[in-house]
């Protein structure tokens, strides 16, 4: 059992590196482009707390190796991208960031060493720490809850992309197997409740990827439709006033005789092109067709 459970748990460690090493690619274009853009940095601070919490969990559990070597790495990861982060983005960003990290890695974490290290011993002391590293796991697992619903809302799987929601949820079945063989609860919880939101995202992947197709033809038929109608609209308009000119210059008009034909539908063209708004080009074409117009 302790040979099953190093081998899962290496396995745990391989991939949840490359979970770790994905926003490579990101930072490759911070530093090329020397902006941070529309990246958020709020990720990476919470993760390099996370890490760093749990580096220390596996350094009070025993036989907690693959704990440490997974988050240790995970720390220097995280540590990497914040320090490129406050390099690259604005002077306001940098303040604020700069004060958040000092909070929370900083600040909290050492509080937390502290009371862990003086007031708390023995079990009591891994139940603290546990629990706390747990928490912030949940809440991490929980972040892409907002990323589900926005498929849902726009029926659009690009504000979830597959790899992520993948290995995420890969990470998560890896290290629930590995809670389980070494009976940790405090890296099972956190693990379980991932697998089923990593598995929900996938679900919900499928489901979406496969009407984006559907989703985006109608949109393409909806916008010909309105742009088609708009150019016939002004179409009409247009042969309207021309007719109606030649009228005028006409000057053939008899006092003792109702308007002309031609006229009166002048006079009604803008409620006809309200009309014809809610039209389809099929539609439109009967409806002025009936007044006796040519259509092109």
């Known amino acids: 059992m302790a040979d099953l459970s190093f081998i899962v748990g290496l396995v745990g460690n391989v991939i949840s590196i490359l979970v770790f090493a994905s926003p490579i690619g990101t930072f490759r274009r911070v530093v090329k482009k020397k902006s941070t853009e529309s990246f958020k940095w709020q990720p990476y601070v919470t993760t390099l707390m ?165 989703s985006a033809k109608e949109t393409d038929i909806e916008r010909a439709e309105e742009e088609g109608s708009a150019q016939f609209v002004d179409h009409m308009e247009m042969q309207n006033r021309r007719k109606y000119e030649e009228y005028e210059s006409s000057n053939h008009l008899n006092k003792g005789r109702s308007l002309p034909k031609l006229f009166m539908a002048r006079q009604n063209s803008f409620s006809g092109i309200l009309k014809t708004l809610s039209l389809s080009p099929n539609e439109l074409k009967t409806y002025w067709q009936k007044d006796g117009y040519d259509v092109i």
């Open 50 to 214: 996370s890490t760093s919490m749990w580096t220390y969990y596996g350094l009070l559990k025993t036989n907690g190796l693959l704990v440490v070597t997974v988050n240790g790495a995970g720390t220097v990861l995280q540590a990497i991208y914040v320090i490129l982060y406050l390099i690259y983005t604005s002077k306001d960003t940098r303040i604020y960031m700069a004060k958040m990290v000092g909070l929370l890695n900083v600040g909290v974490i050492g509080v937390v060493i502290l009371v862990t290290l003086l007031a708390l011993h023995g079990s009591l002391r891994l139940l603290v720490m546990g629990s706390l590293c747990a928490a912030l796991t949940i809440g991490m697992y929980a972040s892409p809850l907002y990323a589900m619903k926005m498929v849902m809302k726009t029926q659009s799987v690009e504000y979830m992309p597959f790899s992520l929601s993948f290995f995420l949820f890969l990470n998560a079945g890896i290290w629930t197997i590995y809670a389980v063989l070494v009976r940790d609860i405090f890296i099972l919880i956190p693990n379980a409740i991932g697998f089923v939101l990593g598995s929900a995202q996938l679900v919900i992947y499928f489901i979406y990827k496969k009407k984006a197709p559907n």
